[in-house]
């Protein structure tokens, strides 16, 4: 953006940016994730999935990072806007990360007559997997406060907890790809259905947003391994399409197959943990909705099917 390097010094110390930070397309971006995150909404209380607030957050603290870089640009000088428009860029995707996990538990349950995934129940698998996404989202919430600062020393030490954060989430990725191989292979075993064909089409999605998220991390890997100041870090266009392209795009394919649309009604729920508790008590053991979506389903008092 020539208007902002003719009305400032880049050498100046107090100024944040170290190359020339392009408004227009801040603000083009604030529209797109905007929109999505609102489609996001609507589609929450539509499907009455409330596990969707997740990928709200993430969409949110997207739309506020761009919303806060348009700030940091017209007020370069403002240490706080470009600090917290930093960490919100850094941690949104872990959200979309943890939504994945959380529907993809959710489609265990949906698409298999026992419920599991690897040798384990699909409410085991979501929580594992979640927490595993607590612990990276804490470990790169960490250390982007860190490298926000101004001390070159906090910010060198607060990119490398970042990068170990994000190649935790990376290992964690491999780990659910290794999952989502072998629901995929269960579903080929499957004859071809309707209920067969949403499974399918939300697996396709899932193998998509792991793919964008690892591009995503590879990128900021391969950004900060130099320090702050390397050559990809100053290239806009770089943060632009390999990192937030790839998170929205990930956001429009949760919009166009919505996991509360192909998952649909209160039968698709997860057993709650009283009702699993209950069957267990009871020396029953609670069953998936198997490959017509009929097993498992939830009884009119809220129970889930049992054998």
């Known amino acids: 953006m020539p208007d902002f390097c003719n009305a400032h010094d880049l050498s100046d110390p107090n100024i944040d940016w170290s190359f020339c930070p392009n408004v227009g397309a801040a ?71 943890a939504y994945a996990y959380m529907a993809f538990g959710r489609m265990v349950y949906n698409f298999t007559s026992d419920a599991k995934v690897l040798g384990i129940r699909a409410w085991r698998f ?30 060198m030490t607060g990119l490398h907890v970042y990068m170990g954060g994000v190649g935790f989430q990376q290992l964690c990725l491999l780990c659910f790809l290794g999952a989502i191989v072998r629901f995929h292979q269960h579903m080929r075993a499957q004859r ?21 998220i690892s591009i995503r991390i590879i990128f900021r890997l391969a950004e900060y391994s130099s320090g702050i100041d ?22 429009v394919l949760l919009n166009i197959w919505h996991p509360g649309r192909l998952m649909s009604g ?31 389903k939830h009884s009119h008092e809220g129970s889930a099917g049992v054998v």
């Open 27 to 97: 603000y083009f971006y604030v529209i797109l994730f905007a929109l999505t995150t609102m489609a996001h909404i609507v589609q929450m209380f539509h499907s009455r999935k409330w596990y969707s607030w997740v990928i709200v957050v993430s969409g949110g603290m997207q739309t506020g990072a761009y919303v806060l870089r348009i700030l940091a640009i017209q007020q370069p000088r403002n240490d706080s806007i470009y600090s917290t428009m930093f960490v919100l860029l850094m941690i949104a995707p872990v959200w979309t990360n």
């Open 126 to 155: 979501t929580l594992l997997f979640v927490l595993l996404d607590v612990v990276a989202f804490l470990v790169q919430a960490g250390g982007a406060s860190i490298a926000s600062g101004d001390d070159l020393n906090n910010v």
């Open 192 to 212: 071809p259905t309707q209920h067969r064909h949403k499974g399918l089409t939300l697996l396709y999605v899932e193998y998509a947003i792991v793919a964008l």
């Open 230 to 251: 390397s050559g990809i870090a100053k290239k806009e266009a770089y943060q632009y399409v390999l990192d937030s392209t790839m998170m929205l795009i990930a956001l």
């Open 266 to 296: 209160p039968e698709s729920n997860l057993p709650s943990r009283k009702e699993r508790k209950a069957a267990k008590k009871s020396g029953q053991q609670i069953l998936g909705r198997g490959d017509e979506g009929t097993y498992g």
